[in-house]
């Protein structure tokens, strides 16, 4: 019999890759979406069923008509936490006596009895999962991985082995929101790191890291990898995680000196942009028992380099010829939405990157200084729910501080509804030493064109990238992408 999976909120990213991976495996799949997306209207042309309207009668047929016969055997119900309780479809299934599932229930199912390779971390697991799905795949080890972001190469947040291929590597990316990685069991893994976020789920920053440390545990003997800024507080926080036998990673500046370090991993020696038609960045990769690897490719910044060693490293156990590294990490297309050049020429640039967290914002500003020396850098960001705005306030309005020119666009509610006194503006009014502009959408052009940016730098994981293509229009209408 042919499985049947519906998905309510299908146009999430990590539900759209499970979506793809059940049509993969021949079952009739269809999903509901409140918004249509690029995303979407993908899954649509691959053959999957979108509807926009949560109408019951928008439903696939056969669901209707188990629907109407009470036979909910048939389905697999797949749903996500971002559907309030009170929508009538998620209600409608329910009292029709379907079983409802989280992505997470439903891909610690899939990975039992299989080798899986996992990135923790409240930020960088994007880009270092999707970077170790690139490396086994380009030196030729099977792999099948179910990302948080689209693979710009792949074009896909799914990457599947090929048919011949037998016993493929699982990479995930063990997502902390909801508790959601706690489904996972894995053979290695990486915890990138463990800052505060998601507040609104957890409440304390304590929580956070139980939940890491619980996490942690599960991963099997021997096959724990963390960055060194994960390791103090994790063992402060959870005592037991000190007898993890567990490998650590980071990454120098230039001119930074290893004495102190404990890393029995590896490392990433930064260097500076190179000046080639493509920016290219360097740095020098160090990993345990192999010969320094010199590395060009087009990621910048010192937390990248730290993710494409964290990468490596898990590529190397689960069976990667180290000397394939550098050649694929030149080849790696990055991410989309991370650290993205949009558009580009001598003059003038665009980039999109999902930063959302104050740490990320750092991150991402200081990639762009050092991918643009010398350009006058303009950050555009959307802040992501108001719960998370109130939490880092003060952290988010350090951060932007970096820039030369701000402009801070209305709140992205998601999931969320406003809380009183929360806005973008009391962000701009805590920056110092940056000017700022807290526009209406309506105004976010003309505020955009007074400022006259070099390089312009999307932050937010909202739908603030809807502004790219009119952003660069205005600020150069002649000018080709590269």
Sequence with gaps: MTQHVFFLGIGGIGMSALARWFHAKGA??????????????????????????????????????????GNPDRWTIIWTPAIPAEFPLLKLLQQAGFTLQKRAQVLGKISQNRPVLAVA???????????????????????????????????SNLLLAGKDEKSPWMVAEADEFDRSFLTLYPTFAAITSVDADHLDIYGTHQEVLQAFGQFAEQI??????????????????????????????????????????????GYAQVGHAASGPHGEA?????????????????LPGQHNAANATAAAYLACRA????AAIPPALAAFPGVARRFEVKYRTEEKAVIDDYAHHPTEVQGAIAAARQFFPGKRLTGVFQPHLYSRTQDFMN???????????CILLPIYAAREKPIPGVDTQGIGEKMVGCPVECPEESRFLDALEQMDPEVL????????????????????????TH
């Design 28 to 69: 009739e799949v269809a999903g509901y979406d409140r918004t249509t997306t690029a995303l979407t209207q993908a899954l649509q042309e691959e053959g999957i069923s979108v509807d926009h309207s949560g109408e019951n009668t928008a439903l696939p047929e056969s669901l209707q008509q188990d629907i109407a016969q």
């Design 282 to 298: 360097r740095f020098e990769l160090h990993l345990r028992g192999q010969a320094p690897m010199e590395v060009c490719w087009r």
């Design 457 to 480: 730098l999307f932050m937010g994981a909202g739908d603030l990238d809807r502004w790219i293509d009119p952003a660069w229009d205005r600020m150069n209408t002649n000018t080709t």
């Design 121 to 155: 971390g409240t930020h960088g697991k994007t880009t270092t999962s999707t970077l170790l799905a690139h490396l086994l795949h380009h030196g030729g080890v099977p792999v099948e991985a179910f990302l948080g972001g689209i693979a710009l190469g792949q074009a």
């Design 220 to 265: 099997k003997e021997g096959g724990l990898l963390w960055h060194e800024d994960v390791v103090e507080p994790l063992q402060q926080a959870v005592p037991a995680t000190a007898h993890l036998n567990a490998d650590v990673y980071g990454e120098l500046a230039p001119q930074e000196s290893l004495e102190g370090r404990g890393w029995a991993a």
């Design 395 to 405: 952290a988010f309005a350090e951060a932007l501080s970096a820039l030369d020119n």
């Design 319 to 322: 069976g990667l010829d180290p």
